[in-house]
């Protein structure tokens, strides 16, 4: 397997300056332009008296400039969830200005990142990243308050490591595209520090569009870092990119999607399990519909009553972390996600978890997708649902359906616990991370009858 490259040595390992870091349609950055750009900015920011600094960047060639430059320059990179005003505004206690790509109304301190094109023709010796670094990235549960996470550098070297040795031999003579933001963990880990890791190309632009994806030059191969969101839109009608690899992560991908993928694209998905606060937790390459899930090296489980602490080197708590998911272990140590614990209201004075209502739903005739979510009108609150039906389903949906479906959970639910109201929709609304948006999904049922 290749060495790993870790943060510290990315400017300053024995490589070419024409090594390629980045490219964006006619524009390729070279180890030479990074090395430049990073020190340009290590030298502004060594000016600032602020510590804290919080990254926001569409280029990501020039988010690796600012994360280097933040990080050598003895400062604390923070990376917002997104970079939109209203979440800077309502933040801007946690940060002493923000480096950019963009013009931003921002009031405080904002650094608009750029490059030069220079290469830089000496070797610059660059201040070293302290002991202890880290960054810290804001993930938002079902609540939707953002929570902090603290990532020490370490960890994400160790990450990068670790996935290394799963996917290294594949990812040889790739460049990297992706659908995923560097603003979650996800993207950090697998769009930043990986391909730095492994010295390959990544490609600085999103993919928002299946048309953009199809669009990318055959004179190479490349690995594809997805949300489930995004593949679920893929355009067979297109023709297909030579894409290598392809990683998915953020939600579970429902068969059909990953059938469809490997059939466009003429390669498998690796899927990979984790959160924000554990990291990667397993990956599993699916053929067919039933496959296990395979923790990664070092990662191990301790069942408490009905749920799961996961213990793993990514993970700086000697206590672990007690999972949201519902495990269920094979004899091999392979295992099988068959739920979430937690969402629970209590409607009419009874607990009902909205995830065992989604469990429940999903096994009915016709239903694809579900969200389930307490909907309150007047003084009274009962249980909502947002359905995705299959075309044979939609096509003789009716008020009578519903009285179908709610017959058949009868025996199954809480009679408070059974959807009072149902809305049928195209597609359950998510983030670019594949995450469900409650606030907004409770949105749809302000005009529900």
């Known amino acids: ?42 030298a502004h920011l060594q000016q600032q008296e602020g510590d804290r ?33 209203s979440l800077l505004n309502e933040q801007s ?7 950019s790509d963009n013009t931003l109304s921002w009031q405080g301190p904002l650094r608009v990142v750029s490059s030069t094109m220079t290469i830089a023709t000496h070797d610059i010796p660059f201040p070293p990243i302290r002991d202890g670094a880290f960054v810290e990235l804001f993930t938002s549960g079902s609540t ?20 290394a040795t799963r996917f290294a031999d594949r990812l040889a003579g790739c460049r990297i595209v992706a659908s995923v933001v560097p603003q979650h963990l996800y993207g950090l880990t697998f769009r930043i520090f990986l391909p730095m890791a492994l010295g390959l190309p990544l490609h600085a632009a999103m993919l928002w569009y299946a048309e953009q994806l199809a669009a990318l030059s055959h004179e190479h191969r490349y690995a594809f870092i997805s949300s489930p969101a995004f593949l679920k839109r893929l355009d067979h009608q297109l023709t297909p990119p030579p894409v290598r690899m392809i990683l998915s992560a953020g939600g579970v991908l429902p068969w059909q999607v990953v059938a469809h993928a490997a059939d466009w694209l003429n390669i498998w998905p690796d899927e990979i399990y984790g959160s924000t606060e554990t990291g990667v937790i397993a990956w599993r390459y699916r053929q067919q519909e039933e496959t296990t899930w395979q923790p990664f090296p070092g990662v191990s489980f301790r ?12 993970i700086a708590d000697v206590d672990g972390l007690l999972l949201d998911d519902i495990l269920q272990f094979a004899e091999n140590g392979r295992f099988r996600l068959t739920g979430r614990r937690g969402r629970v209201v209590k409607i009419e004075e009874k607990r009902i978890s909205l995830g065992e209502v989604e469990q429940r739903l999903l096994e009915l005739d016709g239903i694809l997708d579900a969200a389930v979510l307490p909907v309150t009108r007047g003084n009274r609150q009962s ?11 939609r096509k003789r949906w009716s008020k009578n359906q519903e009285l179908t479906w709610r017959k058949a959970l009868r025996p199954l639910l809480e009679p408070v616990a059974i959807p009072r109201h149902w809305r049928v929709i195209d ?17 749809l049922f302000h005009e529900a009858p």
Not at 13 to 23: F, G, K, N, S, T
Not at 93 to 99: I, P, S, Y
Not at 144 to 163: F, H, M, W
């Open 1 to 42: 397997m290749k060495q790993t490259l870790t943060l510290a040595e990315w400017l300053s390992a024995p490589r070419a300056a024409e090594m390629p870091i980045a490219w964006q349609e006619e524009h390729t950055w070279t180890l030479g332009h990074l090395r430049h750009d990073v020190a340009c900015l290590i």
């Open 53 to 85: 600094w919080a990254l926001c960047f569409e280029n990501s060639y020039l988010f690796i400039v600012a994360l280097l430059a933040t990080l050598h320059a003895g400062k604390t990179p923070v990376i917002p969830g997104h970079c939109r005003m």
């Open 93 to 99: 206690a946690l940060f002493d200005g923000v480096l």
């Open 144 to 163: 939707g308050q953002p929570k902090r996470v603290i990532k020490p550098i370490n960890r994400l070297d160790s990450e990068a490591a670790l996935l």
């Open 303 to 314: 069942q408490e009553e009905h749920t799961f602490r996961v213990f793993s080197p990514l």
């Open 383 to 393: 249980v909502g649902v947002l359905l995705v039906l299959d075309d044979e389903m």
């Open 427 to 443: 597609e359950i609304p998510v983030n670019s991370m594949n995450k469900r948006v409650y606030a907004q999904l409770q949105e």
